[in-house]
């Protein structure tokens, strides 16, 4: 199959590229250096060139914290950059898998949220891939929407990477107790996007890697197996604190733990648990 993937440069993207070429793909790789996704002429001309089969949308505006002064830039990027890939893969005739976030939700519910659940954005970031998504759902005939949450990876900056860091640079780190989600490794869900394009099985999914933690809880495990590889403890000792306590200019989901309802539905294999991601993650990083 032939795919086009933005935000190839990208944590996820990355992985996805390398994911999709392992298997034998022909792979278009497009990031922000070949292909500005705000331009709808040039969105449709890469693909009238290319002829993609399926075009997996990586690319996104992902400053949560500066989308809430940057808010045309969220969403230039991700409500009409969105749609402008949208409508190029419609002109083609190529299915679209769109990248979504588990901020589209509140994080008010006591349970996790499935995946045709009212949505309630909180942040301009939620806000923008949320209108994001619903461009998608109206212009597209042939769409796959995947929502995931908390990910990290070899590429990029994420939150394992900076707790080791800062596990090494500080004598104390204070990190929230009272957020809850699932962490998700780009690796695995890169798998989970292989397997589901190949499919006709269109909507809405919730991929994230299984079980659920707080980012204290996330960062205590990232300790325990970092120090297990590298037979030295990192120095820094964790605090737990609340949100108030660690204000941020975007709200946050207190509880963005997402049901995998859609999964489970139509008969994919769920990811495996965060913390087998972790040690896979921790195994390439540290050891590199």
């Known amino acids: 199959m032939k795919v086009l993937v933005t935000g190839a440069s990208g944590q996820l993207g990355t992985d996805v590229v390398a994911q999709f070429k392992y298997s034998g793909h022909e792979v278009i790789a497009s990031d922000r250096d070949t292909l500005d996704i705000t331009d709808a002429a040039a969105c449709l001309s890469l693909l009238q060139q290319s002829r993609p089969e399926t075009v997996i949308h990586c690319a996104a ?3 949560v914290d500066r989308a809430e002064e940057e ?5 230039a990027i991700n409500a009409a950059g969105t ?7 419609e002109r083609v005739g190529a299915k679209f898998c769109y990248i979504s976030t588990d901020y589209v939700f509140d994080g008010r519910s006591d349970s996790p949220y499935r995946e045709y659940d009212d949505t309630n954005p909180q942040s301009i970031y939620g806000k923008s ?4 998504e619903q461009l ?6 042939r769409y796959f929407i995947v929502r995931t949450s908390w990910v990290f990876g070899l590429h990029g900056h994420n939150f394992v990477k900076t707790m080791l860091r800062l596990g090494q640079e500080r004598d104390e780190i204070k990190v929230v107790v009272d957020q809850k989600g699932s962490p998700t490794y780009t690796a695995d869900l890169a798998e989970f996007l292989l397997q589901l394009i190949a499919t006709e099985q269109y909507g809405i999914y919730h991929a994230s890697n299984s079980d659920t933690c707080t980012w204290y809880e996330f960062a205590s495990e990232i300790f325990a197996e970092a120090s297990e590889i590298l037979n030295d403890p990192l120095k820094a000792k964790l605090i737990p604190c609340t949100t108030e306590e660690f204000s941020l200019p975007a709200p946050r989901p207190a509880n963005s733990v997402m049901d995998h309802l859609s999964i489970r539905n139509s008969g994919f294999k769920d990811l495996r648990s965060w913390q087998e991601g972790l040690q896979d993650f921790l195994q390439q990083y540290l050891k590199k």
């Open 71 to 75: 808010v045309e830039s969220a969403y």
């Open 129 to 132: 891939k949320r209108a994001g």
């Open 136 to 141: 998608v759902q109206t212009l597209s005939s």
């Open 61 to 63: 505006y992902t400053g």
């Open 83 to 89: 749609r402008n890939m949208v409508v190029a893969s």
